[in-house]
């Protein structure tokens, strides 16, 4: 079985005008949801094997506070700069690179492409993605390449 859980950043301020997009930071309340995202994570079990994160900055504080809940070690978190903007398309082809021996895997992003990838792999209209919220997809599959193929057995949408 293959396990897919969907984080979108949590709250992130707005900034300044000379900061861009990609350094936005966390506000108190998105640090805070950030830290229940990760204690809600904690429960699940079998934990997950690896955390796989936006670079930009709010994605990584958010997936900071993920992976320390988690208790990881330093080799199985992984920042991948596809997922920063990135369009459904390229989120599923990073999903079908996933290694297969690795069954449970954590991605922290960004919408639309995160809600966007949740509704096309649990073909549903799934609720509005909001800021610190989790699509957790469930596949009856042995490989990555094959998600897609099937409805997931279950999918979950929860706001920690």
């Excluded at 949590?10 to 861009?20: L, V």
């Excluded at 108190?28 to 955390?51: D, F, S």
């Amino acid at each position: 079985m293959k396990e897919l859980i969907l984080v979108r950043h949590a709250t992130a301020a707005w900034g300044q005008a000379s900061n861009s997009d990609f350094d936005r930071v966390l506000t108190a309340q998105g640090e805070e949801g950030a830290r229940r995202v990760g204690a809600h994570l904690a429960t699940l079990q079998p934990a997950p094997q690896l955390l796989v994160s936006s670079p930009a900055r709010r994605a990584e504080q958010t997936a900071q506070a993920v992976f320390d809940a988690l208790a990881l070690s330093a080799d199985h978190w992984r920042r991948e700069e596809r997922i920063y903007e990135a369009e459904t398309r390229t989120l599923l082809s990073l999903c079908h690179s996933m290694d297969d021996a690795v069954d449970r895997i954590v991605w922290v992003g960004h919408n639309p492409g995160l809600h966007d990838l949740a509704r096309l792999l649990s073909r549903q209209a799934p609720p509005g993605l909001p800021p610190g919220g989790v699509v957790h997809l469930c596949f009856e599959s042995d490989s990555w390449m094959s998600v897609d193929d099937d409805a997931p057995v279950r999918t979950e949408f929860t706001r920690p």
